[in-house]
């Protein structure tokens, strides 16, 4: 007898974030847009690695310079680390590429308030 396997998921499933990872790291290979390294960064997130996560955003934002979201995550963890100049960079940037509104607005008010890591809800 076969071992039994198990049964394909469906199109739709939702990924675990080590998936999404996986998928991601795999998409940037083998075509480096900026939309892929922007999913990597947000699976890098969720995942709490944001050293790998500030390296996806930086190259989505190095393959399109209009990468809004990119930046508001470049903000938010450069905040969280630390590195106020960098968040601050990063805010400006996405204030002049952004026709969000509401990513603007988000942006103004949480990228100044984020002192640390447990800010994000992560250690």
């Not at 944001?50 to 990468?67: I, P, R, S, T, Y």
Request: hydrophobic share 40%; charged share 20%; glycine share 4%.
């Amino acid at each position: 007898m076969s071992a039994k396997q198990p049964a394909p998921r469906p199109n739709n499933a939702l990924l675990t974030t080590e998936e999404a990872i996986e998928k991601y790291t795999n998409a940037v290979k083998t075509e480096p847009t900026a939309s892929n390294y922007l999913e990597l960064g947000a699976a890098y997130y969720i995942a709490k690695r944001w050293n790998d996560a500030l390296a996806a955003f930086q190259k989505a934002v190095e393959v399109d310079g209009k990468q809004a979201f990119a930046y508001y995550y470049l903000g938010v963890i450069n905040a969280a680390l630390g590195n106020r100049d960098k968040a601050n960079e990063a805010l400006d940037k996405l204030l002049q590429v952004s026709n969000n509104p509401m990513l603007k607005a988000q942006a103004q008010t949480r990228i100044p308030q984020v002192k640390t890591v447990a800010d994000l809800g992560g250690n």
